[in-house]
């Protein structure tokens, strides 16, 4: 596509229940990036994709979270029984992964609200 | 670990003049890349402005413009005639050049333009 692509872009859910996040990267990026953006801070990385495969999942908060990489594509962040401070917008982006070449492309993100 | 630092929560500028965002990195990589990435209400994080570290000129594109001091740590945006349309979070971030590396992400400073 032309650009990343994030669905839903609001979600709101009760506490306790599982929701699935979804990016469609730009076609050919084979890195693939998901960040969490809280109320008033930063960017928090937390998980990187190469290709279907996630070499650093280390930003990941806790074991509720987990994402997949199918056929080099579509990722899905998917957060099992949502918390309070679950809330925040979660962006994904896709780059080209050659040296010198790796600027990310970012979707418009998903606003997440747990009641 | 790498960190970036945005000491300016926000910043005010009235148009056509010109504004400088400060941005100080921590690092103990020699070859990285530095960004400013800008956000506005509708979350899209756009790519200002990037610059490698092995290059000594300094990163212009049209009305914004770098000042990198490699050996400070300091990376600042200067936006000259600024335009309301410039009114948005901007956001510094580092990417070292190691085999993959993610964007780290300072927590950003809020521009507002007036008229």
């Known amino acids: 596509g032309a650009g990343v692509s994030q669905s839903p872009s609001n979600k709101v859910t009760e506490k306790g229940k599982d929701v699935e996040l979804r990016c469609d990267p730009i076609?050919?990026?084979?890195?693939l990036y998901w960040y969490r953006q809280s109320l008033g801070q930063g960017l928090e990385f937390l998980i990187y994709?190469?290709?279907?495969?996630?070499?650093?999942k280390s930003g990941l908060p806790s074991d509720r979270f987990s994402a997949e990489r199918t056929g080099g594509s579509v990722s899905t962040l998917t957060i099992q029984r949502t918390q309070q401070e679950d809330s925040a917008v979660y962006l994904c982006a896709s780059s080209l992964q050659v040296p010198g070449a790796n600027v990310l492309t970012f979707g418009a993100g998903s606003r997440l609200t747990v009641l | 670990a790498q960190t970036v630092t945005q000491s300016q929560p926000e910043m005010s500028v009235q148009e056509a003049e010109t504004v400088t965002l400060s941005c100080t990195y921590d690092t103990s990589e020699s070859d990285y890349y530095l960004f400013w990435y800008k956000q506005p209400p509708s979350r899209q994080m756009i790519l200002v402005i990037r610059q490698e570290a092995y290059k000594q000129q300094n990163a212009t594109e049209n009305r914004f413009s770098v000042n990198f001091q490699k050996a400070a740590k300091s990376f600042s945006l200067k936006i000259s005639d600024s335009q309301l349309g410039d009114a948005a979070m901007y956001f510094c971030a580092y990417m070292g050049n190691s085999g993959y590396s993610t964007l780290t992400f300072g927590k950003g400073t809020m521009l507002l333009v007036s008229p």
């Open positions: 076609s050919g990026h084979t890195a």
């Open positions: 994709f190469q290709g279907n495969s996630a070499p650093d």
